[in-house]
């Protein structure tokens, strides 16, 4: 058998007379000598219902990615833009994320919107927390709470001591002490007195320790009323400083009544959640960034 080279070859291809060169063929449409992987392809798009994909697979470098893109996109032309589908917290589960479908191109624009708002949001809250109004109102609470404290105090000791009682308290606790003569009764005048004066300290000291127990309940619930205006002030000052921007997102994206169910309760919990403002361990913005994330 005889070796061909290449120079003996004569390869004549036919072109049209109006093509002059390669440049002038357009490119191949259809995907030569795949029939099967056709009709499977157009199978599977045929399919309209959840839980079915299509998977294509082979050599790399054959093309299937092209083609798979130039078929899908000659499908699909003429007809409607699929909307699209945005995930947000859940604030009633966690766990499971919210899905709303939106007109197309919609959720790009609402997942910008949403972190500018979270920006600004959060420089407009911390501004309010150190404005001058804000300082002198809590200020004016604070003073309140320990006059009220106060006065509660020295009702305590004066009731204390109608019973030859003195109250002390500090960090550690509570201490009650007897007092002889105006003074604390020391162990050693204690032990000297007689057995009826003792049975009467000590009923008085009952007496005392009863009213301290009162005394710590009505500082208990006074601490948390005063807790509860702290908390009413920063709400009102925070819901004022992002009143403004909920208003013009709930319009702005009013014609989905399941995007201004989120905007309130983002609020809501914003609202609910002013304490990481005053934490020096957490993040405000990486906290409400990624709380309020729109994943598109």
């Known amino acids: 058998m005889r070796k061909v080279s290449w120079k003996d070859i004569d390869l004549k291809i036919a072109l049209p007379r109006n093509v002059k060169s390669t440049e002038c063929i357009g490119e191949l449409e259809e995907f030569i000598g795949q029939e099967r992987a056709i009709k499977a392809l157009e199978t599977g798009l045929h399919i309209n219902a959840k839980g079915y994909n299509v998977f294509v697979s082979g050599t790399t470098n054959t093309g299937r990615r092209t083609f798979v893109s130039r078929y899908l996109k000659k499908k699909v032309e003429g007809t409607k833009t699929p909307g699209d589908w945005i995930y947000v917290y859940n604030f009633d589960d966690p766990r499971s994320p919210n899905s709303i479908s939106l007109e197309a191109g919609t959720g790009k624009i609402f997942q910008k919107e949403m972190n500018e708002f979270v920006e600004i949001a959060i420089n407009s809250i911390g501004e309010s927390f150190q404005s001058e109004d804000y300082q002198q109102k809590v200020t004016s609470i604070q003073n309140e709470q320990s006059e009220k404290r106060s006065n509660m105090l020295k009702e305590l000791v004066e009731k204390a001591k109608e019973k030859d009682y003195t109250v002390q308290i500090n960090q550690t606790g509570v201490a009650t002490i007897p007092l002889w003569n105006g003074k604390p009764l020391t162990q050693e005048v204690y032990e000297a007195l007689p057995e009826d004066y003792q049975k009467q300290i000590t009923k008085k000291g009952e007496e005392v320790r009863e009213l301290v127990n009162s005394y710590l309940l ?79």
């Not at 609202?271 to 990486?286: C, P, Q, T, V």
């Open 218 to 296: 009505k500082l208990s619930k006074m601490e948390k009323d005063y807790g509860e205006k702290y908390k009413e002030l920063n709400r009102k000052v925070a819901s004022f400083a992002v009143e403004g921007h909920i208003k013009e997102m709930k319009d702005r994206f009013s014609e989905s009544k399941e995007v201004v169910d989120f905007i309130e309760s983002m609020k809501e919990d914003l609202l609910d959640n002013l304490g990481i403002f005053f934490s020096h361990e957490i993040d405000s913005k990486a906290f409400f960034g990624k709380r309020y994330a729109v994943n598109l």
